[in-house]
C-alpha cells in the first residue's frame, strides 16, 4: 500500500496535555501531512489570522526602512543620544535581539546533546526566531554608527594600507561573536531542514513548489548513508553551537563589562547576560509558539508539554537574574566605592527610578507566579508572561546602558536621555522585521521538524509497545 | 623674439599683457618663458631686486632666480585687478619678503570695548584673518585675550552683517550716501550746522576726537551726543563727584595684598579687566618649594596596596609622569618656589547682589541687593574714618563684617584697594576714591588719568537732551555712528518715536537692525580687523588699528563719515588715521620709522597717560536703596549690550554662573523662587514703571533675595539669523533716570521657557573634582590634594611602562587662579574650527566644546562657594578611549599625545561612554557650516573641518606643536619652554592654564607638576592623566567666621 494513495485522516489538533509531547492518534504520516499542509496548502486556505499579522507586520517593518533612511541621510542625531549618553535604544535592542535569539541555540544544540525529546517541536521555529533576531540585531551596529558607509572597517579585510581593526575593543570580539553565531546558526538551522526540504519536495502540490524544493533540499534521497552521515553531521553542529549559547552573549557583556564606566564595569555581568538572553529567547519562544500553534491547529504537535518547559526554563533562568541582580546591587555596597554605591543608588532613585520599578516587576515579580502550576499551564497566561518578561528584559538593557551613562564620574557632565521617535520607529521596525520574517518562514517552510518528530514518535511507540513494529 | 632690444629701455608691463593675451596653453607658458628670459626683463630685475647680490656670483642659480622673478612679475602684471591703492601694513612677526603659505603672520591691532581697547595680535593666514591673541607687548593684554576679542574674528566673516550702502532699504552706494550727507550738511552750515546731531557710542579714538574738534570749529552749533547702554558712565560721573575732572582710575592689582570689590566684576569686563586679572593673579599664584611626591599612606584600607605594605620608596611610588622624567632640580624649583611657611597670597572681599567671576574667587563673598552696596560703601568709609560719612545698616550678615573688613584694609594701607562696579551709581565711586585715599591707596594701586573717553559727557543726559531737541523738532539731520539706540534706548525715552520726527536719518552700524530699520540711509561700518583707526587702552596706551585684509564689504569707519560733516574731501580711513598722526608729529623725516615701528608694536610709544594727583571728596549723599524687591540690569556676559548677538560663538558660549546658552534668563536666589513658586524654565512678568516684560527663571544660589538680575542684549528683533528671537528685551523695562536697578513686582505667569544648559548638576555631589584648602590648612598639610584620592601606584600594574623619552607634553591648571572667564573655551573653538550647533542640539547636550568650565556650587544653598574647573582632554597615559576604539581612530603618540584620526573614526562613540570625564564630543549631525561662503574664511587651515558621524575633542592644539617641532628641528635643536602655547592657554587673562615639555626639568609646567598642590581629576581610576590641576586655595580673614 502506497503512502500517497492512501486517505489519512488527521486526528483532531487536541493538546493532549503537558504529559505528552504528541497528540494521540498520530502516525509517521499524519505528522508528514499535518506539519506539511501548513506551507503544501493553497494560498486562499492560509488561516485569516495569518493574513492579519502578516499585514500589520508588513506595515510596522516600513518603519524600519523609513526610519533607516532617514537615519542615514541625516545622520545618528535624529536619535536622542547625546553626551555622556552616548548609546542609547540602538545598543539596547542590539544586546535584546541577540538575547532573544539564544534560546533558539539552546534548544536546537544544548536539549540536543541532552537529548531532551521535547525540544523536536520547537528547535526548527525557534532557530528561525534566532537567525532573524540575529539579524534584526546586526542591523544596529551598522545603524548606529556616525558613518555607517564605513562600518566595514570592523571587519578584518586585508585593506591597502594594512590597517587592521583594534583587537582590544570589545566591539570588534562582537563582530567575531556575531558573524560566527550568525554562519553557525544559519548553517545548523539549514543541515536541519534538509530532510525536511526532501519531505516538501516529494509532497509538493504544484511544479514550482517541486522545482524549488528539490533545489534547496540538496539532492537528498533518504538513503541509509545519507542519514548516518547526517546525524553525525547534526551532532557535530550541535556541539559546535552549544558554546555559542555561553560565548555569544559573554562576549556581547564584554561591551560593558571591559569598559570603566560604574554600572559596566562589573564581571558578573557575562553569566548574568547569558541567564538573561535564555530568558527572553524563551519569553520570545512562547510569544511567538502559542499564536501560531493556535492558527495553524498544531496543538498537537506542539502541546502543554512544551509551554511547560519553555515556562519552567523561563523560571529558572528568571532566578539566576534575579540573582544577578541582586549580587550586583549587594557588591555595589561592599565595595565601598562611592561611584558604585552612586550608581545603584541612581538606578532606583534617580530620574529612571520607574524603569528600574518596571524592571523588578517584570523580570523579579511577576515570573514568581509561574511557580503555580496551574497558571504554567494556561495558556493566555504564559503569552502574557511572555510578554512581560520580553520588556522586562529590554528594560534591563535600557537600565544597564541608559542610566549607567547618564551619571558617572564628573556631575558636570551628568545628562538626561530622551528617545525621539526615531528611536522608537526603528526598535518598532525591526520588530515588525521579524514577525514579517517569522510569519513567512511560517508559511514558505516546515516550521516543526518533520523528521524529527517521527523520530520522537517512533522513539513513543517503541516505549509503549517495545515489541511492535510500526511500518511506514 | 624679445620684447625689446634696449635693454636700458623700462620695461613696459603693458606689451608683456598684449603679448600673452590670446595665446593659450603651451602657447602661453613658451611665451612667458620668452618673456621672462629677455634682456630688458632680465635688466630691470636686477634694478629691482638688488638684494638678490649673493645670487649673483653663481651664474646658475641667477638664472634660476630671475625666472622666477621673472615670471611672476609677469604673471602679476596680466592679471587683470584693479589697481588698489598703496596701504602698507606693518606685521609684527615677520617681513612680508618671509611670506609662505602654510605660515601665518601676525598682525599687531586693537579692539575697542569697554571704552578702551585691548591690544591683540591679529593671526592672518593667507591674508585671512582666522584668530586673534593678544598682544605681549600691550599693558592692557600681555599676551591675553577675553572672549569678546577672541569671538571677534567670527564677526568679520559673519554673512549677515551689512554688505552694502542702502537707501530707503534699496542698494545704494558711498558716492550717494556722501552726496546726500554734505548736501545735507551744505544746507546746515549756513547756520553753523544746527540741527545736525551726531549720535556716537564711547569715543576713544584720538582721530575721531580730532575730528569732532574740527567740526567743532567749523560748524560750532553742531552737538555730539553720546550713548551706550553699558557704558561706563558712572565711573566718568563718580570721579566727577570725587575730584571735580573725568579722570579714569588705573589699577595697580600686582601692588594690592587687599581687595576689596563694591559689586565690581572687574575681572569680566572694563578696559584694563585682562591686565587686572593677571596682576591679582600673580599676587595669588602660590609657590612652594615642597616637591610633590605621594606615598601611598600605610593606614589606608583601600586596597591599592596588593599584598604586604610597600615600603616607602620615594621615587618609584610618585606619579607616573615623574617617574621617568628626572624630578626638578631642587634648585630650580627653589629659586622659582618660596617655602611654605613664608607662602602668601592676596585677600579679596567681594559685596555683590548676584554671583560673580570676581565673587567666585573672593576669599569673603557677601550677598547685598545691588541697591544696597551704597550702604556698605557708607559703612565701610565711615569705618575707615572718611570724614562726613554715616554708616548705614543694611539688615545682612556683611553688616557685622564691615569692622573686620576695615581694619584688614587698614592693616595694609597703601597696599589695598577699594574698587566701586562700573553699574554702580556714581557716589558709590566717589566713595570709593575717598576710602582710597584714605587709606594712603593713590599712586600705589590707583592711579588717576585723564579719562580714556573723548567726550565724557553724562551720557544719559546727553541722550535726554537729544531726544527731547527730536520730539521738539529741533533735530534736522541725525546721525548715528556705531551703536543701535532704537533697541538700546530706555523705553522711557521712546527713541523710535522721537527719531521719526527728524528729516533725515542716517546710520553707520555693521548690522541692518532696529536702527537702520528707521533710517533713511545705512552704511555698513567697516569691522575693526579691516580698517584703519586708532584707540586708547586702560592706561591710555595709544594703538594704532591696523587691518588684516580689504574690507569684505563696503564697510566704513566712524572716521569716514565725519570726514565729510567737517566739509574735508572724502577719505579713506587709511589717510585719515595716518594724517592725523603725520600732524601729530613734528619731525616729518622720522614719521615712517615711527609709523611703522607703532604698527608693529601694536603700541605707540610714550602715549600712557600720566596720572594725576588728586583729592577725593565724599559725595553729599547715597541714593537709598530700593524698598522691596529689585531688579538690577547688567550686561550679559555673552552678547554684553546686544552687539554680539549675532555672534554664534559668543551665543552659545556658556555663562559661567548659569552655564546656559542662547537665552537671558531672570536671576533669583532659591528663596525668592520659592516665594514666588517658581523654578527653573518658569517664565515670569516683571513689572516695573508701568512696563513690564517676561523672562524665564534661572534660580541661582547665592543671589540676593528679594532682587532679581536681568541681562540686557536679548530680546531683539533684527539683525542676522541668530540675533532676533532669543530671549527677551530687557530695555523694554528699562528707565534712563535707573539705568542699573529699579524697583519692580515679579509675577508667576505659568507658562514656561525652554533653556539649554550645558552643566545639569550643579554641585560636586560628595565627589572631589576640585580640591579646596585655606592657605593656613596648606601650610600645615601641603599634601591635601591627594588625601581623598589617592594616587594608584606604579607597581600595581602588570604592563611595562612606556619610556617617554622625547618630548613628554603635559598641561597643569592652577585652580586657583582660573577666574572662569571662558575665554579658554572661545579661544578654542576659534583656532579648532569647532561648530555652532543651536540651542535645540545644546539643549539635547550636543555642545561641541573641546575645553568646558565646569562650575559648582559648594555649602550652603543661599550662600555657596563657587569654584571653576577648565576641563580639557587629560590625555590620559593609560586611556580608557583608546582601549575600546574597534577602528583605532584614537592613538597614542610617543610623546603622550591622545591622537583622534578623525578620518579613521566611523563613530561608534565607544571612547566617549568610556571617557570618565566625558572631553569627547561627536558630530551627531552635520554641525560644521559646509555651504556659507563667508565662514570658509574663519576657519583655522591648520585644523581639519570635521564632518557628520566623527568624534572630535582636544588635541593640546597638535597643529601648534607639530609646526613648533618642524620649526625646531629645522634649526637642530629641541623645542624650547614657551614655544609651544594651545589656544586656551594663550588667551587665558590669569596664565592658569601652561603647557609644556614635562621632560624638560626647566619647562614651567614640570615645576608646577612638582608642586605639594598638584593632582589628576579621578587619578584614583589610574587614567594617569597628562592635564593636572593645581588645588584651589582661600586666604580667609580668620576673625570673620564664614568665608
Known amino acids: 500500500m502506497k503512502i500517497e494513495e492512501q486517505e489519512h485522516v488527521l486526528p483532531p489538533p487536541v493538546d493532549p496535555g503537558p504529559d505528552k509531547v504528541i497528540g494521540p492518534g498520530h502516525d509517521f504520516v499524519t505528522v508528514t501531512e499535518e506539519i506539511s499542509n501548513v506551507v503544501l496548502q493553497p494560498l486562499k486556505k492560509t488561516p485569516k489570522e495569518w493574513f492579519g499579522a502578516f499585514v500589520v507586520a508588513f506595515v510596522v517593518m516600513q518603519l524600519l526602512f523609513i526610519s533607516a533612511t532617514w537615519l542615514f541621510y541625516k545622520g545618528v542625531g535624529v536619535w536622542g543620544i547625546m553626551i555622556p549618553v552616548a548609546w542609547g535604544f540602538a545598543i539596547v535592542n542590539f544586546v535584546w535581539w541577540i538575547g532573544i535569539g539564544h534560546a533558539g541555540t539552546l534548544i536546537s544544540a544544548i536539549l540536543l546533546l541532552l537529548k531532551q525529546d521535547w525540544r523536536t517541536s520547537i528547535n526548527r521555529f525557534s532557530e528561525a526566531m534566532t537567525l532573524f533576531a540575529v539579524a534584526c540585531a546586526g542591523m544596529f551596529p551598522v545603524l548606529h554608527t556616525g558613518r555607517p558607509w564605513l562600518a566595514y572597517w570592523l571587519l578584518p579585510y586585508p585593506s591597502s594600507m594594512w590597517l587592521w581593526p583594534q583587537p582590544r575593543s570589545p566591539l570588534i570580539w562582537d563582530v567575531f561573536a556575531v558573524s560566527t553565531y550568525a554562519t553557525v546558526s544559519l548553517l545548523f538551522w539549514y543541515v536541519g531542514l534538509v530532510p525536511d526540504l526532501a519531505t516538501m519536495r516529494d509532497k509538493a502540490k504544484t511544479q514550482w513548489q517541486k522545482v524549488i524544493f528539490g533545489m534547496l533540499c540538496l539532492g537528498w534521497r533518504g538513503s541509509a548513508r545519507h542519514w548516518s552521515r547526517y546525524q553525525m553531521a547534526y551532532l557535530l553542529l550541535g556541539g559546535l553551537a552549544t558554546p555559542l549559547v555561553v560565548s555569544v552573549h559573554t562576549v556581547v557583556s564584554f561591551d560593558f563589562a571591559i569598559s570603566i564606566v560604574p554600572g559596566w564595569h562589573t564581571t558578573i555581568f557575562p553569566p548574568y547576560f547569558v541567564a538573561g538572553a535564555i530568558y527572553s529567547g524563551f519569553a520570545m519562544v512562547l510569544s511567538l509558539a502559542i499564536p501560531a500553534r493556535k492558527w495553524f491547529n498544531l496543538e498537537d504537535l506542539i502541546t502543554k508539554r512544551h509551554l511547560e518547559c519553555c515556562a519552567k526554563l523561563m523560571l529558572g533562568t528568571g532566578l539566576i537574574v534575579a540573582y544577578g541582580y541582586s549580587m550586583e546591587a549587594f557588591i555595589s555596597w561592599y565595595s565601598g566605592d562611592i561611584y558604585e554605591r552612586f550608581m545603584y543608588w541612581n538606578r532606583i532613585t534617580g530620574p529612571y527610578g520607574v524603569c528600574y520599578a518596571l524592571l523588578i516587576t517584570c523580570n523579579i515579580a511577576l515570573p514568581q507566579l509561574l511557580w503555580i502550576r496551574k497558571l504554567r499551564l494556561n495558556v493566555k497566561f504564559l503569552f502574557f508572561m511572555s510578554l512581560v518578561v520580553n520588556c522586562g528584559m529590554w528594560l534591563e538593557r535600557f537600565v544597564i546602558v541608559i542610566v549607567s551613562l547618564h551619571r558617572d564620574f564628573l556631575p558636570s557632565s551628568w545628562g538626561i536621555y530622551i528617545p525621539t521617535k526615531w528611536d522608537w520607529a526603528t526598535l518598532a521596525g525591526t520588530v515588525g522585521f521579524f514577525l514579517t520574517m517569522m510569519l513567512l518562514f511560517m508559511r514558505t517552510l516546515p516550521a516543526i521538524s518533520i523528521f524529527e518528530v517521527r523520530e520522537v514518535l517512533h522513539h513513543l511507540e517503541k516505549e509503549e509497545s517495545p515489541g511492535l513494529e510500526v511500518v511506514s | ?1043
Open chain 2, 1 to 1043: 623674439m624679445t620684447i625689446g632690444d634696449n635693454p636700458s629701455k623700462p620695461l613696459d608691463i603693458s606689451k608683456i599683457r598684449a603679448k600673452l593675451d590670446g595665446s593659450k596653453g603651451p602657447q602661453y607658458w613658451k611665451s612667458l618663458e620668452e618673456v621672462a628670459g629677455s634682456e630688458e626683463v632680465q635688466a630691470f630685475l636686477e634694478d629691482e631686486f638688488p638684494n638678490r647680490a649673493p645670487d649673483w656670483l653663481d651664474p646658475v642659480s641667477r638664472r634660476t632666480a630671475f625666472k622666477v622673478m621673472a615670471a611672476s612679475l609677469a604673471l602679476a602684471g596680466v592679471s587683470a585687478c584693479t589697481k588698489q591703492p598703496k596701504e602698507l601694513i606693518v606685521p609684527y612677526v615677520r617681513q612680508p619678503e618671509d611670506f609662505l603659505p602654510g605660515k601665518p603672520l601676525f598682525y599687531a591691532t586693537a579692539m575697542p570695548m569697554f571704552g578702551g581697547a585691548i591690544g591683540l595680535l591679529a593671526e592672518s593666514h593667507l591674508g585671512r584673518p582666522t584668530k586673534i591673541e593678544g598682544n605681549p607687548d600691550h599693558p592692557g593684554s600681555l599676551g591675553a585675550t577675553d572672549h569678546f576679542a577672541q569671538a571677534s574674528v567670527l564677526d568679520l566673516w559673519d554673512p549677515d552683517r551689512s554688505q552694502t550702502v542702502t537707501r530707503y532699504g534699496d542698494i545704494s552706494n558711498w558716492v550717494n550716501f556722501v552726496a546726500a550727507l554734505s548736501s545735507a550738511r551744505d544746507v546746515l552750515a549756513l547756520k553753523n550746522g544746527e540741527g545736525l546731531r551726531i549720535l556716537t557710542e564711547t569715543v576713544n579714538s584720538p582721530t575721531v576726537a580730532d575730528l569732532f574738534k574740527t567740526i567743532k570749529e567749523n560748524l560750532p552749533a553742531v552737538k555730539w551726543h553720546v550713548w551706550e547702554p553699558a557704558a561706563r558712565n558712572t565711573v566718568t560721573r563718580g570721579a566727577q563727584l570725587a575730584f571735580g575732572r573725568a579722570v579714569e582710575p588705573v589699577y595697580h592689582f600686582e601692588n594690592a595684598d587687599v581687595i576689596v570689590s563694591l559689586d565690581s566684576d572687574f575681572f569680566s569686563h572694563g578696559p584694563g579687566h585682562v591686565r587686572y586679572a593677571r596682576d591679582w593673579a600673580d599676587q595669588r599664584r602660590i609657590r612652594t618649594n615642597i616637591t610633590h611626591s605621594p606615598q601611598p599612606k600605610q593606614d589606608r584600607q583601600e586596597g591599592y596596596q596588593a599584598g604586604p605594605a610597600a615600603p616607602l620608596r620615594n621615587q618609584a611610588a610618585t606619579h607616573s609622569e615623574e617617574d621617568k622624567s628626572p624630578s626638578p632640580h631642587p634648585a630650580q624649583v627653589q629659586a622659582e618656589g618660596k617655602p611654605l611657611s613664608e607662602a602668601d597670597q592676596n585677600r579679596m572681599y567681594v559685596f555683590e547682589n548676584a554671583p560673580s567671576i570676581t565673587g567666585g574667587l573672593a576669599d569673603h563673598r557677601f550677598i547685598v541687593k545691588a541697591s544696597q552696596v551704597g550702604q556698605i560703601a557708607q559703612s565701610l568709609a565711615a569705618a575707615l574714618g572718611v570724614a562726613g560719612v554715616q554708616a548705614a545698616q543694611t539688615g545682612t550678615p556683611a553688616d557685622a563684617a564691615i569692622a573686620m573688613v576695615a581694619k584688614d584694609l587698614q592693616a595694609h594701607k597703601g597696599r589695598c584697594l577699594v574698587i566701586a562696579g562700573d553699574f554702580q551709581p556714581p557716589e558709590v565711586h566717589a566713595l570709593a576714591h575717598t576710602m582710597n585715599q584714605a587709606l594712603g591707596n593713590a599712586g600705589k594701586t590707583v592711579a588717576y588719568i585723564e579719562s580714556l573717553d573723548a567726550n565724557p559727557v553724562d551720557q544719559v543726559e546727553s541722550l535726554k537732551e537729544l531726544v527731547g531737541d527730536m520730539n521738539g523738532g529741533k533735530v534736522d539731520t541725525l546721525l548715528i555712528l556705531g551703536g543701535n539706540p532704537v533697541y538700546t534706548v530706555p523705553a522711557d525715552l521712546d527713541f523710535a518715536g522721537a527719531m521719526k520726527k527728524v528729516k533725515l536719518r542716517m546710520h553707520l552700524g555693521a548690522y541692518d537692525d532696529e536702527t537702520s530699520l528707521l533710517c533713511h540711509w545705512h552704511v555698513p561700518e567697516a569691522h575693526y580687523l579691516e580698517t584703519w583707526n586708532d584707540a586708547r587702552g586702560y592706561d591710555g596706551t595709544v594703538t594704532i588699528m591696523q587691518p588684516l585684509i580689504d574690507p569684505l564689504y563696503d564697510g566704513k569707519t566712524v572716521a569716514e563719515v565725519l570726514t565729510i560733516v567737517a566739509g574735508k574731501p572724502d577719505q579713506s580711513a587709511h589717510e585719515l588715521v595716518k594724517g592725523y598722526w603725520q600732524g601729530r608729529h613734528n619731525d616729518d623725516a622720522d614719521f615712517t620709522p615711527f609709523w611703522q615701528t607703532s604698527l608693529h608694536d601694536g603700541i605707540v610709544k610714550g602715549t600712557a597717560s600720566t596720572p594725576v594727583d588728586l583729592s577725593a571728596k565724599a559725595p553729599g549723599s547715597i541714593p537709598p536703596p530700593v524698598q522691596g524687591f529689585e531688579v538690577v540690569f547688567r550686561p550679559d556676559s555673552s552678547v554684553w549690550d546686544g552687539r554680539f548677538a549675532n555672534n554664534g560663538w559668543l551665543q552659545e558660549m556658556p555663562k559661567t554662573i548659569t552655564t546656559l546658552t542662547w537665552d537671558n534668563t531672570v536671576w533669583v536666589s532659591p528663596r525668592t523662587a520659592e516665594k514666588l513658586g517658581v523654578g527653573n524654565e518658569d517664565v515670569v512678568e516683571i513689572k516695573a514703571s508701568g512696563r513690564s516684560v517676561k523672562g524665564a527663571i534661572w534660580v541661582v544660589p547665592g543671589h540676593a533675595d528679594e532682587s532679581a538680575t536681568i541681562q540686557l542684549g536679548y530680546g531683539r528683533s533684527r539683525g542676522g539669523r541668530l540675533a532676533s528671537g532669543i530671549g527677551y528685551n530687557a530695555n523694554a523695562i528699562r528707565t534712563s533716570n535707573a539705568l542699573w536697578v529699579i524697583g519692580a513686582d515679579l509675577r508667576k505667569t505659568g507658562d514656561s521657557w525652554r533653556l539649554a544648559s550645558v552643566q545639569h548638576t550643579q554641585t560636586m555631589e560628595e565627589r572631589e573634582p576640585i580640591r579646596i584648602a585655606t592657605l593656613a590648612e596648606y601650610k600645615k598639610n601641603p599634601m591635601f590634594v591627594n588625601e581623598s584620592e589617592p594616587v594608584v601606584p606604579q607597581y600595581l600594574t602588570l604592563y611595562p611602562d612606556y619610556k617617554y623619552e622625547g618630548y613628554k607634553w603635559g598641561m597643569s591648571i592652577d585652580l586657583d587662579t582660573c577666574t572662569g572667564c571662558g575665554t579658554c573655551v572661545i579661544a578654542c573653538q576659534a583656532e579648532n574650527n569647532i561648530a555652532v550647533v543651536g540651542k535645540i542640539e545644546v539643549r539635547k547636550g550636543r555642545h561641541m566644546h573641546w575645553i568646558r568650565v565646569d562650575r559648582y556650587f559648594h555649602g550652603n544653598l543661599d550662600d555657596p562657594e563657587l569654584y571653576f574647573q577648565p576641563v580639557p582632554c587629560m590625555m590620559c597615559e593609560n586611556a580608557p578611549c583608546e582601549l575600546v576604539c574597534p577602528v583605532a581612530a584614537t592613538v597614542h603618540s610617543g610623546e603622550g599625545l591622545n591622537q583622534m584620526v578623525y578620518n579613521r573614526c566611523v563613530g561608534t562613540r565607544y571612547c566617549s561612554n568610556n571617557c570618565p570625564y566625558k572631553v569627547r564630543r561627536f558630530n551627531f549631525l552635520l554641525y560644521s557650516d559646509w555651504y556659507t561662503q563667508s565662514l570658509y574664511g574663519v576657519r583655522n587651515p591648520d585644523v581639519t573641518v570635521r564632518s557628520r558621524g566623527v568624534m572630535e575633542k582636544c588635541s593640546y592644539c597638535v597643529q601648534r606643536i607639530n609646526s613648533a617641532k618642524i620649526e625646531a628641528e629645522r634649526e637642530e635643536r629641541r623645542v624650547r619652554d614657551g614655544e609651544i602655547t594651545p589656544a586656551c592657554a594663550q588667551a587665558c587673562p590669569t596664565q592658569a592654564i601652561v603647557f609644556g615639555d614635562i621632560n624638560d626639568p626647566k619647562s614651567r609646567v614640570a615645576q608646577l607638576k612638582a608642586q605639594p598642590r598638584k593632582y589628576g581629576l579621578l587619578q584614583e581610576l589610574s587614567t594617569r592623566p597628562r592635564t593636572s590641576y593645581l588645588g584651589r586655595l582661600t586666604n580667609p580673614n580668620s576673625e570673620i567666621e564664614k568665608g
